[in-house]
DNA sequence: TCTCATTTGCAAATCGTTCGCATTTGCGTT
DNA sequence: AACGCAAATGCGAACGATTTGCAAATGAGA
């Protein structure tokens, strides 16, 4: 991502319109130090005075995850989708069950294991998603 | 599970009746090779001439996944729930994003992971859940 | 400035799931 | 076997997250 967070290249570059909701909407998803649902996404955008419909905060969220600008993912338990810029990186998030945190990591103790998968199952592995469930360091005390 | 698939036994264990709309999604999902959506389990029950409603189905699953009997997950970009039979077995999902073929592994590569977790965020991990996606044997050579 | 394909406003529709209430059923008791 | 009653189901509506349709507005190339 630009330093100068000028998403008018990148969106020019994925051959979609600069449009100030679109520049508007990764703004936030870059500001989020979590992923955020699509009505966290919406009330964000009301506060900053942006005049949007919600079926337009859907629309510009299909067309920014469909150009890997922004990662949708769902998580068990939870039947709102959530979004987040996609910074290329790998990886993963541990869920805290008591106050609903997410913390990210990086290590993958999967990869070695989809060598083994190749192996074993020959399966051509392309992707894996992985959730870590628990209590983080301020919730132990309290479950 | 019980050998001679009874599973009045297990339902009335759990303090629940044994009802036969209960057995026969039991049964449905004991003979599923793999996690079924709520709408097949509605079907199938409809081939077997069981007539039931929909929110039926809904209501049982809810109750049979509280009694830890099923096991209810979603997957990702799938937006319907799906269920499986509590095996009580420790096992994950390799899903072939050709054929949508799902076959499970019971190999762990996130147990040891948990415990560098706990030393290095101070984190009480409870569960966690692996999805492994690519191109099965059948699907690699069409993709 | 003009043009036009794309995007958004606006609102309804869809889908998966849950809820409310009357009726039926499973099962413990007699 | 009959009875009683709490739980379960029939029936259909309601809910929340998301998608769709169409007219109007907008971004950007010429």
């Known amino acids: 991502m630009p330093d100068n967070n000028d998403y008018k290249e990148v969106l ?11 520049k508007a909407i990764l703004e936030i ?3 989020a130090e979590t992923p955020l649902t699509v009505e966290e996404i919406f009330l964000t ?4 005075h942006a005049s949007i419909w919600l079926s337009t ?5 299909e067309i920014l995850t469909s150009k890997d600008l ?3 993912s769902t998580i068990m338990g ?3 989708a959530r979004y987040e810029l996609n910074h290329n990186e790998h990886k993963h998030h541990v869920v805290c069950v008591g106050c609903h945190k997410r913390i990210s990591f990086e290590d993958c103790p999967v990869n070695e294991f989809e ?3 190749k192996e074993r199952m020959d399966f051509d592995v392309t992707a894996h998603k992985l959730e870590i469930y628990g209590y983080c360091k301020d919730c132990k005390f309290t479950k």
């Open 45 to 48: 955008l009301k506060e900053k």
């Open 78 to 80: 939870d039947d709102k």
């Open 12 to 22: 020019t570059r994925e051959g979609i319109k600069s449009t100030k909701h679109r």
């Open 29 to 31: 998803l870059e500001m």
């Open 57 to 61: 905060v859907y629309r510009t969220l």
């Open 115 to 117: 060598k083994a998968l």
């Open 70 to 72: 922004v990662i949708k």
